[in-house]
Every structure is written in structure tokens, then in C-alpha cells.
């Protein structure tokens, strides 16, 4: 008769402990905060290609050759608009300055969210710088050539939206 006591003893309780482990679990998941980080528009494609339209290398920097990743950070205010943006990594002063002109007239993101609540989000941005040569030549990244376009604007235009076919 002890040892049915102990054991019953014993069985409730580890069913108490799993009951107390399940009701601060509930209460934890109350407290947790739904996040939903900032985003560019469009998402991370069309952030791409944005940087992609929008920087221009530096005249002296491709003289040089000078080549690097410049990170950038910044904030995303409520309202989507950019403002604190500070090079966090730097490669010249040339494309540093080039990096910060591009973050800072980036298009108003979609903001963060907390619990359905708008947020100020701080996000950093790596923009990579490499000169591309060819035949001794500096060839244009996106065409891959030396200024001979091998497709029309159009196309490449719907082929970034999708709605093209690769040749």
C-alpha cells in the first residue's frame, strides 16, 4: 500500500509540473510581440534592382580599380521615409559618399510593425563595388559588355517584371 501511495504520489506531481509548465507557456505567448521588420517596396527584388538603376560608380574609383562592399545603415521611420544613414563599413570616400546618395533618395519603405502598430526600424544595407574588365576594357555590369547593349531596354524591362523570356 506504500508503494502505490509513492507512486500516485509521484505521478501527480509530474502532472502538476506539466500543468504549470503549459500555463506559463500560454503567458509567455501572450507577451510576445508580433514584429514585422521594414521593407522596401516591392520587396528584395525590386530593392536590387533599384540600387542597381540608381548608383553610379565613382570616376575615380573605377580609375583606380578600387572595388568593395560599403555597408550603410539607416533608419526607417513610421511614415517609411529614410533618415540617419551612416556608413558602417567603408572602402574610399568616393564610394562611400556614392552609397550614402543612393540610401538617402531611396523611395519611402513600407514600415515595421509591432502588434499592428507602426515602428521605426534600423536596418543596414551592403552595396558591393566591382569594376568589371574585359579585354582590357571596363565593361558595364549590367549589359556585360562594353557599351554594345545586347537586348533592348524593353526587354529587360519585362524580363525583371517577369513577363519576358530569356534567349
Known amino acids: ?6 507512486i500516485f504520489a509521484f505521478l ?5 509540473q506539466g500543468v504549470t509548465t503549459d500555463v506559463y507557456a500560454q503567458k509567455k505567448k ?10 522596401f517596396k516591392g520587396g528584395q527584388e525590386a530593392l536590387i534592382d533599384y540600387l542597381l538603376q540608381h548608383t553610379r560608380y565613382p570616376a575615380e574609383a573605377m580609375k583606380e580599380e578600387i572595388t ?4 550603410v545603415e539607416f ?4 511614415n517609411g521615409m529614410i533618415t540617419n544613414a551612416k556608413i558602417v563599413k567603408s572602402v574610399a570616400p568616393s564610394l562611400d559618399q556614392e552609397a550614402l ?16 502598430l507602426r515602428m521605426r526600424s534600423q536596418l543596414t544595407i551592403p552595396i558591393n563595388f566591382k569594376v568589371i574588365r574585359e579585354h582590357g576594357k571596363y565593361v558595364d555590369p549590367e549589359t556585360m559588355d562594353d557599351g554594345i547593349q545586347k537586348k533592348s531596354k524593353k526587354k529587360r524591362k519585362l524580363k525583371r517584371k517577369g513577363m519576358g523570356k530569356e534567349f
Open 30 to 39: 501572450k507577451k510576445e510581440d508580433v514584429i514585422v521588420m521594414a521593407q
Open 68 to 71: 568593395g562592399e560599403v555597408v
Open 12 to 16: 501527480s506531481l509530474f502532472m502538476l
Open 101 to 116: 546618395r543612393v540610401v538617402r533618395n531611396m523611395p519611402n519603405w513600407e514600415p515595421g510593425t509591432k502588434n499592428g
Open 1 to 6: 500500500m506504500i508503494k502505490r501511495y509513492f
Open 75 to 78: 533608419v526607417v521611420e513610421r
